[in-house]
């Protein structure tokens, strides 16, 4: 089992940034993928960015390359999204999540076995 915490949402104006954390404990960090999905209201949760175990290969997606960074600390169990240049359309929660034991890095939501709790972004324009 892996167990994630999200932290650093809020409400930020356009144009602003956030960086968003998450802990993660239950599973030898350095073994596990990491990425970011956000769920908008009234949509399908959609794949942000994800990280490689070692931290050496990164994923974006298109909407979000340029804006927003994906790193890890190892020694800290932890995950982070930097984001800027944000945008009304950004506004969703935020979740992390953790890969299945085999998958170093992915972007799809069903490689994903582990989901933290999620954490509120709203962009006022």
């Known amino acids: 089992q892996v167990q994630l915490v999200e932290s650093g949402g809020g409400l930020v104006q356009t144009g602003g940034s956030l960086r968003l954390s998450c802990v993660a404990s239950?599973?030898?960090?350095?073994?596990?993928?990491m990425g970011w999905f956000r769920q908008a209201p009234g949509k399908e949760r959609e794949f942000v960015a994800a990280?490689?175990?070692?931290?050496?290969?990164?994923y974006y997606a298109d909407f979000v390359k340029g804006r927003f960074t994906v790193s890890r600390d190892n020694g800290k169990n932890t995950v982070y999204l930097k984001m800027d240049s944000l945008k009304p359309n950004d506004t969703a929660v935020y979740y992390c999540?953790?890969?299945?034991?085999?998958?170093?890095?992915?972007?799809?939501?069903?490689?994903?076995?582990?989901w933290g709790q999620g954490t509120q972004v709203t962009i006022s324009s």
């Open positions: 999540g953790a890969t299945g034991l085999g998958v170093s890095i992915s972007a799809k939501a069903h490689d994903y076995p582990y």
């Open positions: 239950g599973r030898t960090f350095s073994n596990t993928g």
């Open positions: 990280i490689s175990r070692g931290g050496m290969n990164r």
